[in-house]
């Protein structure tokens, strides 16, 4: 199964979750209404002292009883998911983590921030932001989030200080698959049902209180109160069932991926057995773990309906010897040594590469152990006064600034300068500084750099996100030309960070590329002209890329309008080329799919490619929220 089919399964289980969750609501009106008439009819010597005759069936009560539940119900619903509009950071800061510092000098610390950093590299997502559960004692982790863009990935302090690198890789690259797969929205959308489901206990618990105070009508009040709280713990008994029912066979999917993605199956595995052999277990201590269990690496809480498989089956599954003894583990930290990558180099920026445009779509959302490598070897090339720069929002910022800076001597002088309108002349002047270094980066580092600043970016102010992207856009506008690189660097930094600072923001979804034609039109031609210095050539890769638009085949777009066949090859503005590559971002991933395939055969129509290319096509993917892992060099070419 491929990431577009991920996402198209995890779509089908968002309407299982949906189907779920209405029974669990139909069961609670049920249940509350019979309590109702129950008080009535425990206070009830005989109908007739109501004026009426008792029904255990009353259309109006009913009736009302469903209409408060159903308010009360979505309201909790509501009134949680406005509180989780701040995605990961909200739900990781509400479990009691703490969100770890890349400067950081704990060598456990920094193990998590080294192993978060290479798989989101090589899987081509943002580097998430890590946090750390403190009071956590058991061996746990997840990730959680809206999108990749606001993801986080959180690990407990028993699985910081317990497993060796290798095992808290393999915790690691589990989470991802989550990250990868789409299953966070989905886990967002479940704490929201389930937060709506539990309310109902929390109303007991009130009327109780309310009941004890009461000398009249103590009684009824009590006996409300109970129901309810009864009542409650069924909505919480529903509530597992729906988690189990979401989360199990995700698991031993995100398990598969994790070996898949190291290729060191022990990894993950001897992470299980530590949980399975130590005291603690994978427990998680905090008060909103049971409404999260679902998005644990490994069972959060005690419950009859797991929200995971069983450790013994799940290691079975990876290493068929296991027996079902877990040695058991003392409670000393495991050593923090770091393995060192295999040495690899770089392939000069302007080597050809052989890459299959067909083959593209299949590396969305895959990684392996050669391109996890890659990654660290990319992560120990970038320069350490770049690295110390990432890790203040303001260094980050100038890093970004500098990547933007033109070549041309006079048209940097001209953006600096333009610069000091909305930033202070210190700012400018470090910036300035910066450029030589910036300049004289390796072509593979630029979009593993954008990925690093983007956590330390995400906890700007939104006053300093405004006037960063204001910068943004004076840099891409003050030096009148810009490649289609640079111009994709800015739409990743705004559409990454975008979703940190407004992850709820409402947008069309474009479900066919039938309304996205003149879009593909705009952005294939600006590929083709960009990577084809002879006319003619650009008009091949144009037709070729064309050829994967099945909107496009017979039919001209608004920019060829009035004249028959084909479309032919525009050149519009950056503008049109942002605004095109903006709606593509926000499509449905059958349109994302088709769109990337064009790209590719635009950009290696001809079967060989330079890495400027290469890095090219990936800065398309990444700009439409593709994550598409770094192209390796193949023996021999």
């Known amino acids: 199964m491929n990431f577009f089919e991920h996402q198209e399964q995890s779509k089908n289980k968002t309407a299982l979750l949906v189907m779920f969750f209405a029974l669990a609501v139909i069961g609670i009106v049920l249940a509350v209404y019979t309590a109702i008439i129950g008080v009535i009819y425990s206070q009830t010597s005989t109908s007739a002292s109501y004026g009426i005759e008792f029904k255990w ?3 109006n009560i009913f009736g009302s009883v469903s209409l408060v539940v159903l308010m009360v119900i979505l309201g909790g619903c509501i009134f949680k998911i406005i509180a989780l509009k701040r995605g990961g950071q909200y739900i990781a800061e509400s479990l009691g983590g703490r969100l770890v510092n890349p400067a950081t000098h704990d060598l456990e610390e920094k193990k998590l921030i080294n192993v978060v950093e290479e798989m989101a590299i090589a899987s081509g997502i943002p580097v998430p932001l890590a946090y750390v559960l403190e009071q956590e004692k058991g061996i746990n982790a997840f990730a959680a989030g809206y999108t990749p863009s606001d993801a986080v990935v959180a690990v407990t302090d028993g699985c910081l200080r317990r497993l060796t690198r290798d095992e808290l890789q393999g915790v690691v690259a589990h989470e991802f698959s989550h990250i990868l797969n789409g299953d966070m929205r989905l886990n967002i959308r479940l704490i929201g049902m389930i937060s709506g489901i539990m309310i109902i206990t929390s109303i007991g618990n009130i009327i109780l209180r309310s009941g004890s105070r009461s000398r009249k009508n103590g009684m009824p009040i009590l006996l409300a109160g109970v129901s309810f709280i009864a009542i409650g713990y069924i909505g919480v008994f529903v509530s597992r069932i729906i988690q189990s029912a979401v989360s199990r066979q995700r698991e031993y999917l995100a398990d598969a991926s994790s070996v898949q993605f190291t290729r060191n199956p022990s990894g993950l595995a001897n992470a ?4 399975g052999g130590f005291s603690k277990g994978s427990k998680v201590n905090a008060n909103l773990a049971g409404e999260n269990s679902h998005m644990f690496f490994s069972m959060a809480i005690s419950s009859l309906f797991a929200t995971h498989p069983p450790l013994k089956m799940r290691i079975q599954r990876i ?15 495991s050593s923090s040594a770091q393995k060192e990558p295999s040495v690899m180099e770089f392939a000069d920026s302007g080597a050809a590469m ?13 990684m392996d152990s050669d391109q996890i490598k890659y990654s660290l070897m990319l992560l120990k090339s970038i320069p350490q006064a770049v690295r110390r720069e990432l890790n203040d929002a303001m260094g980050a910022s100038a890093v970004v600034f500098a990547m933007l800076l033109d070549a041309d001597a006079g048209k940097k002088k001209r953006q600096l300068e333009d610069m000091k309108q909305v930033l202070p002349d210190e700012i400018v002047r470090h910036v300035s500084l910066l450029d030589e270094t910036v300049q004289r980066l390796d072509h593979n580092l630029k979009l593993p750099i954008l990925d690093l600043s983007l956590p330390t970016l995400r906890r700007m102010s939104a006053e300093q996100f405004q006037t960063f992207k204001q910068v943004i856009r004076i840099l891409v506008e003050s030096d009148g030309k810009l490649s289609l690189f640079e111009y994709a660097l800015q739409i990743i930094i705004a559409n990454r960070l975008e979703a940190s600072f407004r992850p709820s923001a409402g947008k069309r979804i474009y479900k066919s590329i039938e309304q996205l034609k003149e879009e593909a039109v705009i952005l294939i031609s600006k590929l083709a002209i960009e990577g ?3 006319p003619a050539e650009a008009e091949k890769a144009f037709t070729s890329a064309m050829r994967m638009i099945p909107a496009a085949r017979d039919e001209s777009p608004k920019a060829s309008k009035g004249t028959s066949g084909p479309p032919k090859m525009v050149d519009r503005p950056f503008q049109d080329i942002g605004n095109a590559i903006s709606r593509f971002a926000v499509s449905a991933p059958g349109v994302k799919k088709t769109m990337l395939d064009a790209c590719a055969h635009c950009i290696l129509f001809d079967r060989t490619v330079t890495i400027k290319e290469a890095e090219l096509l990936r800065a398309i993917a990444y700009a439409i929220d593709l994550p598409v892992p770094p192209f390796l060099m193949k023996e021999g070419v």
């Open 532 to 534: 084809q210095d002879d």
């Open 57 to 59: 069936f009353d259309q």
């Open 272 to 275: 299980l057995k530590k949980i």
């Open 319 to 333: 290493d068929p010897g296991f027996t079902g003894d877990f040695p058991s583990i003392s409670e000393a930290v």
């Open 354 to 366: 052989e890459i299959s445009p067909e083959n593209i779509s299949e590396t969305i959302g895959i």
